[in-house]
């Protein structure tokens, strides 16, 4: 069994920054792809960002590029969120996700879909403007 713990939200200014992080139980960390969501009030879930098992390739959605950047490191298993100059419109609930069987191309696919193996409990970002 995989468990995913999301931290790091909390309520933060127009420009500032914020890391979340994402830890992940298990031994078998480095098999998963890990992509990271979103969920606004009377939205849908999101994708946001993945990060391939490596953490050699990341794949981003469009309104968030050059403002947020995933990563990992597979000796803490954790997976991480920078965003920097949030905008009011980044405000939702973030969850962390993972996926494990597939080629990179394919999972990034279906992970825009939601397709998931596990996911976390999510942690609330509020940008105020």
């Known amino acids: 069994q995989v468990q995913l713990v999301e931290s790091g939200g909390g309520l933060v200014q127009a420009g500032d920054s914020l890391k979340l992080s994402c830890t992940v139980s298990?031994?078998?960390?480095?098999?998963?792809?890990i992509g990271w969501f979103r969920q606004a009030p009377g939205k849908e879930r999101e994708f946001v960002a993945a990060?391939?098992?490596?953490?050699?390739?990341?794949y981003y959605t469009d309104s968030v590029k050059g403002r947020f950047t995933i990563s990992r490191d597979n000796a803490k298993n954790t997976v991480y969120l920078q965003m920097n100059s949030l905008k009011p419109e980044d405000t939702a609930v973030y969850y962390c996700?993972?996926?494990?069987?597939?080629?990179?191309?394919?999972?990034?696919?279906?992970?825009?879909?939601?397709?998931?193996?596990?996911w976390g409990q999510g942690t609330q970002v509020t940008v105020s403007s």
């Open positions: 298990g031994r078998t960390f480095s098999s998963y792809v």
């Open positions: 990060v391939s098992r490596s953490g050699g390739n990341t």
């Open positions: 996700a993972a996926r494990r069987d597939g080629t990179w191309t394919y999972i990034v696919h279906i992970l825009k879909r939601g397709e998931c193996d596990y």
